[in-house]
């Protein structure tokens, strides 16, 4: 009879041990960041506000149509240490090409992976007719969205 009740036990503390937490990634949880890109006046280096016709990401499947603000956040590609933005302003293309180096974190089982960057120096535009008059590193870590990382002057 005790023999019974240890192994109805035992089977209650295998049960109860096997159990795990639900893997469900919580809202919340970090992500990856975006590079925010602020638009300052040449001049005068002032913030400024811009009314860009288009932005297309080259290898995304992204298209922002009527951006108008003087703060932009977008994704960089996290399987490559390049990303390419095309930004058409008054009918105007300039190609912003982002060099970054990838730092992906392990999160847990539920949540995966996410990938914060580190800025290169040797970001650069590549014009047409350029609007862009020159693009300026103010914060080379992207492990946030809260700060600038690019400025870029026209």
């Known amino acids: ?60 499947d992204s298209i922002i149509e009527g951006f108008n ?8 590609m996290s399987n490559t240490n390049k990303t390419k933005y095309v ?21 847990n089982r539920s949540c995966g992976y996410i990938s914060n960057f580190i800025l290169k120096s040797d970001t650069e535009i590549s014009k047409n007719h350029g609007w862009i008059r020159e693009v300026s590193i103010k914060n080379d870590s992207i492990f946030n969205e809260l700060q600038t990382n690019i400025l870029i002057h026209y």
């Open 1 to 60: 009879m005790i023999k019974r009740y240890h192994n109805i036990l035992l089977l209650l503390v295998i049960i109860i041990l096997g159990c795990e937490k639900d893997d469900i990634c919580i809202e919340g949880s970090e992500n990856t960041s975006r590079i925010t890109i602020g638009f300052i006046d040449y001049e005068n280096k002032g913030d400024k506000k811009i009314n860009l016709n288009s932005i297309r990401g080259i290898g995304l």
């Open 69 to 76: 603000g003087n703060n932009l956040k977008l994704p960089l």
């Open 87 to 107: 930004f058409e302003y008054n009918e105007t293309l300039d190609t912003l090409i982002i060099q970054h180096q990838n730092i992906h974190k392990y999160l």
